[in-house]
């Protein structure tokens, strides 16, 4: 079965740099979330989309932004980037929202 | 503030036994309760979804209740095998699309 995609699945870059994220959820799932997982930590709610609009968030820097495109695959844009920015980036698509959670492999960011 | 904890950090199990995890939470109001397994470096995987209005539900060897009373879920692993090691989360919903997680117990069964 098809599973949620992102990529790239590392990525490193210098403070200060930007970096794109990308996410491709499974076929017909209309909802995207974003979650940031430090080091022995728990998943972050970053944002999510229904149907191309945002439709929560949560604990976002203001330097991050993102958006869901027309064929539903999102991206994280994440600007000014900060040493405490490196972490595991994970994407998780939906069937209508409220339901559970498939998450992808995950983007390491590494930021020097 | 909103605060979901689960029993214990790590919890060594000896093969064939019943797990038990707990994860109990204070000042939310869930309309439901899913618990993911996760391993190092790896995305969560969905278990089991558990509705407000559920006290039980049940899916192959895994087992959650639901008590909204005491503000506590308990997810169960009968008959545990060495590749059930891994770390679980619990995970509440309140109507909107966010999920909080619990810190997670890294459960390790002993051969």
């Known amino acids: 079965a098809a599973g949620v995609i992102q990529s790239p699945r590392h990525l490193i870059k210098e403070k200060r740099e930007t970096a794109t994220l990308k996410c491709y959820p499974i076929?017909?799932?209309?909802?995207v979330y974003w979650y940031q997982q430090g080091p022995g930590q728990d998943p972050q709610f970053l944002i999510s989309?229904?149907?191309?609009?945002?439709?929560d968030k949560g604990s976002i820097p203001d330097r991050f932004s993102a958006q869901q495109f027309s064929d539903y695959h999102s991206e994280l844009n994440m600007s000014s980037l900060e040493l405490g920015d490196s972490a595991l980036y994970f994407c998780?698509?939906?069937?209508?929202?409220?339901?559970?959670?498939?998450f992808g492999p995950g983007t390491r960011l590494t930021v020097t | 503030s909103q605060k979901i904890e689960q029993n214990s950090e790590a919890l060594n199990i000896q093969e064939g036994k019943t797990a038990t995890l707990t994860c109990n939470y204070t000042?939310?109001?869930?309309?439901?309760l899913q618990w993911y397994r996760q391993d190092p470096g790896r995305g969560p995987v969905f278990l089991l979804l558990i509705r407000e209005n559920e006290k039980e539900k049940r899916k192959e060897r895994l087992k959650v209740t639901f008590d909204t009373t005491l503000k506590q879920s308990l997810f169960h692993i009968t008959a545990s095998q060495p590749a059930d090691s891994a770390t679980y989360l619990c995970?509440?919903?309140?109507?909107?699309?966010?999920?909080?997680f619990g810190k997670g117990t890294k459960l390790s069964v002993i051969p």
């Open positions: 995970a509440l919903g309140a109507g909107s699309y966010q999920l909080t």
């Open positions: 000042n939310y109001s869930p309309a439901y």
């Open positions: 076929p017909r799932h209309d909802t």
């Open positions: 989309f229904y149907e191309k609009m945002q439709s």
């Open positions: 998780a698509s939906a069937a209508g929202g409220f339901y559970e959670q498939y």
